[in-house]
């Protein structure tokens, strides 16, 4: 975990990195959550009926392309179709550990609710999920969503994952689906989720990293930033940063290249991964 953090500035001529200027950077990544959020919205038909089938008109927005891949059909069965449609994550962070009954779970970035409606079948009724989100659009997607699933153990809080609006050792689990990587200061975030975890809490991650540093070109694009390249540590920064807000047991339990191709000489750097972890 020795490698350096890529994204700091090294001379007055660098171009502004959208990092250093974390309310710009907000307002981009809400501009194109919003937009995600309104695909999940399209999925609400309003005769009630599910949209995605043989006879759509317009599958990409319907159904999901991103939830196919990354969850099974059982799983995506149980949630809405404007839930699936909104999913935006990079893995399925529900998967990579145990949720218990009767647990307290958190997400860290929450979107359309696909994760924390998940979580809230493995903790059953006497359990409770809190999505934490910073997107108004999604908060209003979620909730919708949580009403047409009677999830009554799960609710949507309008906040910024550096700044989580829980108590401190009040949560078992933490999940976050490629959401820690678009934070500005993501020692924040670890230390925010360090805090919120009651002794023995786990977390469960997952996230886009890159191998080695990024050309600046891709690091100041915005489309980059809000698309979950320009944001991503090194894995060993990245690593490094969960042990030094307390983490223990950090263990990567996949990994995997985003994409396969990609004709751009830096994308073999970019994988997806998944840790867990435990305060």
Same mark, same amino acid.
């Given at each position: 975990?020795?490698?350096?953090n ?7 001529? @660098? ?6 200027n974390?309310?710009?950077?907000? *307002? ?18 309003d ?10 008109s ?6 999901s ?8 059909a059982?799983?995506?069965? *149980? ?24 647990? %307290?779970?958190?997400d @860290? ?5 696909i ?10 009724? %006497? ?6 989100? @910073?997107?108004?659009? @999604? ?14 153990n ?8 550096? *700044? ?14 490629c959401?820690i ?5 993501k ?19 997952s996230?886009?990293?890159? %191998?080695?540093?990024?050309?600046l ?5 915005v489309?980059n ?19 030094a807000?307390?983490?223990?047991d950090i ?6 290249? %985003?994409s ?10 970019v ?6 972890a435990?305060?």
């Amino acid at each position: 975990m020795t490698e350096n953090n890529s994204n700091t500035k090294t001379s007055p001529e @660098m171009p502004e990195l959208l990092s250093d200027n974390p309310v710009n950077l907000r *307002s981009e990544i809400q501009e194109r959550y919003t937009l995600v959020a309104e695909r999940g919205l399209q999925a609400i038909p309003d005769d009630g009926g599910a949209c995605c089938g043989p006879t759509s008109s317009d599958s990409e927005v319907c159904c999901s392309p991103n939830a196919e891949r990354l969850y099974s059909a059982d799983e995506i069965d *149980s949630v809405t179709d404007a839930a699936a449609a909104a999913a935006a994550g990079c893995g399925n962070p529900t998967a990579i550990g145990e949720l218990n009954a009767g647990e %307290t779970v958190l997400d @860290m970035g929450s979107g359309g609710g696909i994760d924390c409606f998940l979580a809230a079948k493995q903790v059953g009724p %006497t359990g409770h999920v809190i999505g934490i989100d @910073m997107t108004p659009a @999604m908060i209003n997607l979620a909730q919708k969503n949580a009403a047409t699933l009677k999830a009554d153990n799960v609710v949507f809080k309008l906040s910024q994952i550096e *700044s989580l609006p829980e108590p401190d050792n009040t949560v078992d689990a933490i999940i976050s689906n490629c959401v820690i990587n678009l934070a500005a200061d993501k020692d924040a975030v670890f230390a925010e989720a360090y805090r919120v975890l009651r002794d023995g809490g786990r977390l469960y991650v997952s996230d886009i990293v890159v %191998t080695e540093e990024l050309p600046l070109d891709v690091q100041v694009d915005v489309s980059n930033w809000t698309g979950c390249i320009a944001g991503a540590q090194l894995q060993g920064v990245y690593l490094g940063q969960m042990a030094a807000a307390g983490f223990t047991d950090i263990e990567v339990v996949t990994s995997v290249p %985003t994409s396969s191709d990609s004709k751009d000489a830096w994308a073999d750097a970019v994988r997806s991964i998944s840790v867990r972890a435990v305060k």
